[in-house]
Structures are given as C-alpha cells and as structure tokens.
C-alpha cells in the first residue's frame, strides 16, 4: 500500500476519534514518534506521574468500556 493512501486512511480514522482520552494517545505516540532516541530518567517519571493522576481522577478507560463501544461501531 502507497504511503500517501495510508496517511490518508490514518486521517480519516482520526476525524472518526471523538473521546479526549484516545486523541490524547494518539498525540502521545505521534509526538514520542518525533522524538529521538530514548526518554530520559526524568522525564520518564514525570509522564508515569501523570499517567497515575488521571488513574486517580478517574480519567481512563477500562477494556470492557472499551470492548462494549466498539460493539457499537
């Protein structure tokens, strides 16, 4: 598959995102994609701690949600 038929594909996919949650990830991956090599020490510590606040705030999904929406495509 050409890769302009697949970036298009991909973006349709994310106009289809509707939830905060999954775009963020999305974000997330794309911009780690940019990043070079490894992330340091620090910074790892930093998004593992505000990956457990939104844990604690309640901010997730969990698979069966995830399992139950998808019935719904």
Not at 52 to 67: L, P
Request: proline share 0%.
């Amino acid at each position: 598959m050409k890769v302009e038929l697949e970036q298009l594909e991909l973006a349709k996919m994310l106009l289809e995102i509707r939830d905060k949650v999954t775009l963020g990830k999305v974000k997330d991956v794309l911009l780690s994609a940019h990043e070079e090599g490894r992330i340091s020490l620090k910074k790892y510590n930093e998004e593992l701690e505000m990956a457990e606040k939104r844990i604690d705030s309640g901010y997730y999904t969990t698979q069966e949600n995830v399992e139950s929406e998808a019935k719904e495509w």
